[in-house]
């Protein structure tokens, strides 16, 4: 095998006048903006809330529902695995595009809804198919580099994304942020529509005879849950992302309002904060393509579970003022960020042959994680507080832990 990190098995080259890492580039910029649109509430979340004249918890039910139709994202997975990544992926852009339109322009809550359903459809199932795409050309003993980079997007879309939404909501106002979005995945649909085909797409014959084959119904549904004999593996590590998720997402619904009512910071203080929070994330993303190949998707991820506990359980220790709240809220954001990461890359190679499936089945798990958190988050922290919150991290990181270590293998 080449030493060049970005070689693909199969073909040798995607297509020409495209390499791998000039993928890896594209995927990182279009990851940027809807990364940025996934993340826009959570330290805007009593801003936005206000603008649409509701409560933060409703607001937090709301994106509950965002979350829930991000479930949809298997059924995307299984699609782009039949008909083509390119086409999926257009058409995800396109439904959150519409979705951050409707809620920017939104006059009554009824239409924030309906384009918060549109953009759960279209940004909560984008990138586990971008990260099947991607890891069609990346050889799996090389794929935390790879990926790793790719999900630079989440961090750099704190550092650079949600900074300069910050100043927008200042200098215009909270549905400014929404028109920008939008445009920016429009651009990036007609961008990836030109992208060279996953190295597993069928041919048009292939999909023919899958067509005349499908059999029953009934049967259908039994092949699309069947992921094969390492289902085991694949499940623990589907479970442990929801707690993953469940543990971190718990913080992020909820630091907005935390330092909002508890520090007073104004939109554009908010923008910062999202800065070092998206540069606790980098490093986190930064570190695992390091480190992960050579230390191991599943002890990369078993890792991230012991360092969540100990940040999160110090999460109420710090809460004596700004500074240090942001110290320990950065630490906790980066045992997360490392986590979350290592759990995707670690479901990429569970079963190779059906990975957009599995990827996306992955991803539901930790979308209905996203919306339980949603739902409950802001309710445990009005209760609670920051204890709360960290309790419930606690918890969750153990419990993921524990999955990984009893049942989860490197690959199938």
């Known amino acids: 095998m080449s030493d060049n ?11 020409k006048g495209f390499s791998v890492n000039r993928l890896i580039g594209i995927a990182l910029m279009v990851r940027i903006v809807v990364d940025t649109s996934v993340q826009l509430f959570f330290p805007f979340l009593p801003v936005i809330a206000a603008g649409l004249n509701v409560s933060t918890v409703r607001l937090g039910n709301l994106l509950s529902v965002r979350a829930l ?24 852009l396109c439904l959150a595009s519409v979705g951050m339109f409707l809620i920017g322009s939104s006059q009554s809550f009824v239409i924030a809804v309906v384009g918060m359903v549109l953009a759960g459809f279209g940004g909560m199932t984008f990138s586990p198919t971008m990260s099947a795409y991607m890891s069609s050309h990346l050889p799996f003993e090389r794929r935390s580099r790879g990926l790793g980079i790719v999900e630079y997007a989440w961090a750099l879309s704190g550092i650079v994304g949600l900074s300069a939404l ?15 979005l939008s445009f920016g995945m429009f651009l990036g ?18 999909l023919l005879r899958e067509g005349q084959d499908a059999g029953s119904l009934l049967s259908q549904i039994r092949t699309f849950f069947d992921i094969g ?18 543990g971190g997402m718990t913080l992020l619904i909820n630091y907005g309002t935390w330092f909002f009512d508890q520090y007073r910071l104004t939109p554009a ?23 992960g190949d050579r230390l191991g998707k599943r002890n990369s991820l078993l890792c991230a579970c012991v360092a969540g506990m100990i940040t999160f359980s110090m999460l109420p220790f710090f809460n004596v003022g700004y500074w240090p709240a942001l110290a320990g809220t950065v630490l ?14 670690l479901s990429s190679e569970q079963v190779p042959e059906q990975r957009g499936k599995v990827m996306t089945l992955s991803a539901a798990v930790v979308t209905l994680s996203v919306a339980t958190a949603s739902t409950a988050g802001p309710s445990v922290f009005a209760q609670y507080g920051v204890a709360g919150i960290s309790a419930v991290a606690v918890t969750s990181f153990f419990l993921a832990g524990c999955l990984i270590w009893l049942f989860a293998n490197e690959s199938g």
């Open 5 to 15: 990190l970005f070689v693909p098995q199969k073909p040798a080259e995607p297509q």
């Open 229 to 246: 004999p390492n289902w085991r593996s694949a499940v623990s590590v589907m479970v442990s992302g929801f707690f993953v998720m469940l």
């Open 269 to 291: 203080q908010l923008g910062s904060l999202a800065f070092a929070l998206g540069f606790a994330d980098i490093c986190a993303t930064g570190l695992l393509s390091l480190i």
């Open 69 to 92: 139709v991000g479930m949809s994202s298997p059924l995307f997975g299984a699609s782009a695995d039949r008909w083509g990544y390119r086409k999926i992926l257009c058409l995800q």
């Open 166 to 180: 910050g100043w927008l909501i200042g200098a215009f106002d909270w549905r400014a942020p929404f028109f920008v």
């Open 332 to 345: 906790a954001r980066f045992s997360f960020e490392f986590g979350l990461v290592a759990n995707m890359i």
């Open 189 to 206: 649909a007609i961008r990836v529509w030109f992208l060279p085909p996953a190295t597993t797409e069928k041919s048009a014959e292939a």
